[in-house]
């Protein structure tokens, strides 16, 4: 059974940092493209970051880029989601997902094979 589990969400000051994990389990994680995505109240889900499988190549969105970074570790088959510099604005579900290469399509779009739940990030002003 496939399993995408986040956590490390909470709630954090302006300027604060977080880092979210995602473990997955039940497939062959190492084949897989992943990415982060966050949904705020009342909007639509938003890319946020994608690595390769080997983590080599990440994407972040502009948005957040040079203040989010993704990463994963394949022996440990987690993705992370490291987040400096908070902003109210970043308040939202953050969730996990991958993709196989033959159904790719690209990072930003949400033709995933798999979704975790999310966790929740809270930012305080």
């Known amino acids: 059974q496939v399993h995408l589990v986040e956590s490390g969400g909470g709630l954090v000051q302006v300027g604060g940092s977080l880092r979210l994990s995602c473990a997955a389990s039940?497939?062959?994680?190492?084949?897989?493209?992943v990415a982060w995505f966050r949904q705020a109240p009342g909007k639509e889900r938003e890319f946020v970051a994608g690595?390769?499988?080997?983590?080599?190549?990440?994407y972040a969105a502009d948005v957040v880029k040079g203040r989010f970074t993704i990463s994963r570790d394949n022996a440990k088959i987690t993705v992370y989601l490291q987040i400096n510099s908070l902003k109210p604005e970043d308040t939202a579900v953050y969730s996990c997902?991958?993709?196989?290469?033959?159904?790719?399509?690209?990072?930003?779009?949400?033709?995933?094979?798999?979704w975790g739940r999310g966790t929740q990030v809270t930012v305080s002003s």
């Open positions: 997902a991958a993709v196989r290469p033959e159904s790719f399509v690209g990072y930003r779009t949400t033709r995933y094979d798999y």
């Open positions: 690595s390769s499988r080997t983590g080599g190549i990440t």
């Open positions: 039940g497939f062959t994680f190492t084949t897989y493209m």
